[in-house]
């Protein structure tokens, strides 16, 4: 095994004398370990790493892309929840394939652990994770905004005990503020994806919100100040505004009308 806590320190420089697809495929089986030093401070982090500084080629990009897309039915959840970071990171490289949305789309709607933060595990993220993915395939040209946007609310709208915490609701609201950016965004899509968040807010039984409807209206909010403010992309677009901003806005309004009618 290699001294990966040394790799870190040494600034994440390639060891010598090992080929890079044999390190690569040991980080990639330690993303499975539900130890979060072996798994988060030292796979996730050089993986990265190498990734964002173009150690890997886009054959291995690729490869390890189809890897990271069979974790999506991995039974170990800390795996299921790692693999998008690792997608998220490839396809912000530019390395990117149809056949990888469909199993995350699958995977992000049914996710049933939810948790943020475990104190063995920690940090598994689902939707947080999940939003990063989604925010870095909505800026291909490839992948439809509007499909994007569907699978935002159709997270938040599947029925949980869950409450999002750890500003999960922040990271989704970010990756759907991304997709409004999208200029090929027709009004209609940008507008109607928002429908059924209208519809689930206005049919809340009387005994209280359920909590997927407090995680719609609290990521909803989020996307309203970035409608108001701009998204940042990255450091050259740090400032993106949303086209059909004030129809989107209105759209938006629609929805916390409905829940909270005394503030309007």
Do not use: C
């Amino acid at each position: 095994m290699t001294d990966w806590a040394q790799v870190r320190a040494n600034g994440f420089a390639v060891p010598a004398g090992r080929p890079v697809d044999e390190l690569v495929a040991e980080l990639s089986g330690m993303l499975r370990s539900p130890d979060p030093v072996v798994r988060d401070g030292q796979a996730y982090s050089t993986l990265a790493t190498w990734i964002g500084e173009g150690v890997l080629d886009t054959d291995a990009l690729r490869a390890l892309g189809d890897e990271m897309v069979g974790r999506f039915a991995d039974p170990e959840i800390q795996a299921r929840t790692f693999a998008p970071l690792i997608l998220d990171a490839i396809v912000s490289e530019g390395v990117f394939e149809p056949a990888w949305v469909p199993p995350f789309e699958r995977w992000y709607v049914a996710e049933e652990d939810l948790r943020g933060f475990d104190p063995k595990l920690g940090w598994l993220h689902a939707v947080a994770h999940g939003s990063d993915l989604l925010g870095a395939l909505a800026r291909v040209p490839a992948v439809e905004p509007v499909q994007m946007l569907r699978l935002g609310v159709g997270r938040l709208l599947t029925p949980t005990e869950y409450v999002l915490r750890d500003l999960e609701d922040d990271r989704l609201g970010v990756a759907l503020g991304v997709a409004l950016t999208r200029p090929d965004l027709s009004k209609e899509d940008a507008l109607g994806w928002l429908d059924p968040a209208v519809r689930a807010v206005v049919t809340t039984p009387t005994a209280g919100f359920a909590p997927e409807i407090s995680n719609t209206l609290r990521t909803l909010r989020v996307v309203h100040l970035l409608v108001d403010h701009g998204v940042r992309l990255d450091d050259e677009h740090p400032n993106v505004q949303i086209p059909h901003g004030d129809e989107v806005k209105a759209k938006l309004l629609e929805v916390f009308r409905a829940a909270t009618p005394y503030y309007f």
